[in-house]
């Protein structure tokens, strides 16, 4: 059990309690889903840049055969 001193006071905090002799990490589960997010579109962006370029591709492409046609 955490003591009182452990007890988070803001959204992001990690600390080292001298009572329990240990670290304490405290996050906010919407700053953990951005973080993750942007881990996941980092991620896109270096393995597979196409999947970005692609549907820019494809929008310009409907301009093109629209103003064709």
């Known amino acids: 059990m955490a003591c009182n001193s452990c007890e988070?006071?803001?959204r992001f905090r990690a600390s080292?309690?001298?009572?329990c002799e240990r670290w304490t990490f405290h996050v906010d589960k919407r700053d953990?889903?951005?973080a993750a997010g942007l881990m996941v579109v980092?991620?896109?962006v270096l393995l597979q840049?196409?999947?970005i370029?692609?549907?820019a591709?494809?929008?310009f492409a409907k301009?093109?055969?629209g103003a064709l046609v």
């Open 8 to 10: 988070s006071s803001g």
């Open 16 to 19: 080292y309690c001298d009572d």
């Open 32 to 34: 953990l889903l951005i």
């Open 42 to 44: 980092g991620a896109v």
């Open 49 to 51: 840049p196409e999947l």
């Open 53 to 55: 370029v692609a549907p």
């Open 57 to 59: 591709g494809i929008m």
């Open 63 to 65: 301009r093109v055969v």
